[in-house]
T-cell receptor, first 116, second 111 residues
Framework: GAGVSQTPSNKVTEKGKYVELRCDPI?????LYWYRQSLGQGPEFLIY????????DSGLPNDRFFAVRPEGSVSTLKIQRTERGDSAVYLC??????????????FGPGTRLTVL | AQSVTQLGSHVSVSEGALVLLRCNYS??????LFWYVQYPNQGLQLLLK??????LVKGINGFEAEFKKSETSFHLTKPSAHMSDAAEYFCAVRGGNQFYFGTGTSLTVIP
C-alpha cells in the first residue's frame, strides 16, 4: 500500500519568503506528526494532529511556523518569513491512532528545505 | 521527561562482524522504545520496538535489541553485518504525543 508521501522533495527559497510543505499520510491514519531534522541531528518534534485539530503544537519554534489539516487527512506546514536557520529536512509521519504509546510512526521521505 | 542518548556518532565494522549500536534512555515512566533506520534520501523505517511484552525484541533484517532496565539501555545488535546495513540508525523513546530521537549513529560496513 501507499506510504506517507511529501511534496516537494526539495524546496529552495530566499530568505524572507513564504513556503508550504505538504504531507499525505497513510489512508486511514488519524494521527499525523511533523518533525524537523537538521544536519547531523535526530528528528525534532514540531506538531501533532489527531484528526483535524492540532493536539500538541509545543514543538513549533515560533509563530512563523503554522500547520493545518483541514479535512483530517492531508496536512500543510507553513513557514512565513523564512530564515536561513529554517534550512532542514522536514519529516511527516502518521500513525493509526495517536493515543496508543506503542504505535510506531510511519515516516515520509521528507522535504529538504534550503533557505538562501 | 523522556530522552535517549546514542553513544558513538560513527561506527565502522567489517562485513560479517558483529554490529552493536548503543542507546541509553531516560524516562520517568516505563518506556516505549524504538529503533529506526534511515537510508540516504529516504524516510525513517522502523527496525523494531519495545512495548514491554518481551525484553529481547527481534526486528527486521536480522536486527535485535535487548531492553535492560537496570542499565537503562536498549542497544541494537546484529550478529553479522551486511554491506546493505550501511545507514543512519536512530533510537527513540515515546513521550506523550511525540517521539524523542537520539542524534543518530552512522554505520559504515567495510568490505
Amino acid at each position: 500500500g501507499a506510504g506517507v508521501s511529501q511534496t516537494p522533495s526539495n524546496k529552495v527559497t530566499e530568505k524572507g519568503k513564504y513556503v508550504e510543505l505538504r504531507c499525505d499520510p497513510i489512508s486511514g491514519h488519524t494521527a499525523l506528526y511533523w518533525y524537523r531534522q537538521s544536519l547531523g541531528q535526530g528528528p525534532e518534534f514540531l506538531i501533532y494532529f489527531q484528526g483535524t485539530g492540532a493536539a500538541d503544537d509545543s514543538g513549533l519554534p515560533n509563530d512563523r511556523f503554522f500547520a493545518v489539516r483541514p479535512e483530517g487527512s492531508v496536512s500543510t506546514l507553513k513557514i512565513q518569513r523564512t530564515e536561513r536557520g529554517d534550512s532542514a529536512v522536514y519529516l511527516c509521519a502518521s500513525s493509526p491512532r495517536g493515543g496508543a504509546a506503542y504505535n510506531e510512526q510511519f515516516f515520509g521521505p521528507g522535504t529538504r528545505l534550503t533557505v538562501l | 521527561a523522556q530522552s535517549v542518548t546514542q553513544l558513538g556518532s560513527h561506527v565502522s565494522v567489517s562485513e560479517g562482524a558483529l554490529v552493536l549500536l548503543r542507546c541509553n534512555y531516560s524516562s520517568s515512566v516505563p518506556p516505549y522504545l524504538f529503533w529506526y533506520v534511515q537510508y540516504p534520501n529516504q524516510g525513517l523505517q522502523l527496525l523494531l520496538k519495545y512495548t514491554s511484552a518481551a525484553t529481547l525484541v527481534k526486528g527486521i533484517n536480522g536486527f535485535e535489541a535487548e531492553f535492560k532496565k537496570s542499565e537503562t539501555s536498549f542497544h541494537l545488535t546484529k550478529p553479522s553485518a551486511h554491506m546493505s546495513d550501511a545507514a543512519e540508525y536512530f533510537c527513540a523513546v515515546r513521550g506523550g504525543n511525540q517521539f524523542y530521537f537520539g542524534t543518530g549513529t552512522s554505520l559504515t560496513v567495510i568490505p
